[in-house]
């Protein structure tokens, strides 16, 4: 005996357990991101004699793997996410900051430190870009726009003071990857919804 409506209850059941499965792999993916920028500003808070080469690689590894999750989340969501587009953009600048990395790590301090600067920058502007497209659809766009500030303050802390000491330098990175990260580990966590690509 079939109960009336009660293939629609299933689907929509089905519905709920496949959104509820995305929104965790999304959570998982964003609280990833926030783990690994954590991991780099502590360490780089507590051993700041470390040496720059180490750092770059770090900030290499770091980009690299960032790039690529903010590119499989954008593909993953790019027909139910709005800002799909630029997460990808974002990713694709992480990527290739992180090839330059790997491929010039002997470089003059001053160098890296520009490409990071200029990563930063680029990236938050892309961040703010998102951001401003989650809005216009009434979506959690508070913590993105917050990121892509904190990515363009530091991109342009380090065009201004580029010969301010390598130590300063490093704490300034291990100060912006912390908050950055707890940043992203709170747009994980506490979204309402599960939270936005960008």
């Not at 990808?88 to 430190?113: H, K």
């Not at 912006?176 to 994980?188: D, I, K, P, S, Y």
Request: no cysteine; hydrophobic share 65%.
């Amino acid at each position: 005996m079939t109960v009336p409506g009660g293939d629609q209850a299933a689907r929509a059941r089905a519905t709920t357990a496949d959104q509820s499965t995305v929104g965790t792999w999304v959570r998982g993916l964003v609280a990833l991101r926030g783990v690994l920028l954590l991991v780099l500003g502590l360490a780089v808070l507590l051993t700041p004699g470390i040496a720059l080469l180490a750092l770059v690689y770090v900030f290499a590894a770091y980009a690299l793997v960032d790039g690529v999750a903010a590119i499989v989340l954008g593909v993953r969501h790019r027909h139910e996410r709005p800002g799909w587009g630029w997460a990808i953009a974002q990713g694709v600048i992480s990527v290739l900051a992180a090839i330059a990395a790997f491929v010039l790590p002997l470089a003059a301090a001053v160098a890296i430190l520009f490409v990071i600067a200029f990563w930063a920058i680029v990236a938050g502007v892309v961040t703010a870009i998102s951001a401003n497209e989650v809005r216009k659809h009434d979506g959690p766009w508070g913590w993105i726009a917050t990121r892509a500030v904190l990515d363009i303050v530091f991109g342009v802390v380090l065009l201004v003071w580029p010969a301010s000491g390598i130590l300063a330098i490093l704490w300034l990175i291990g100060g912006f990857a912390v908050v950055t990260g707890v940043v992203l580990l709170v747009q994980a966590f506490r979204s309402q919804h599960h939270p936005a690509v960008g």
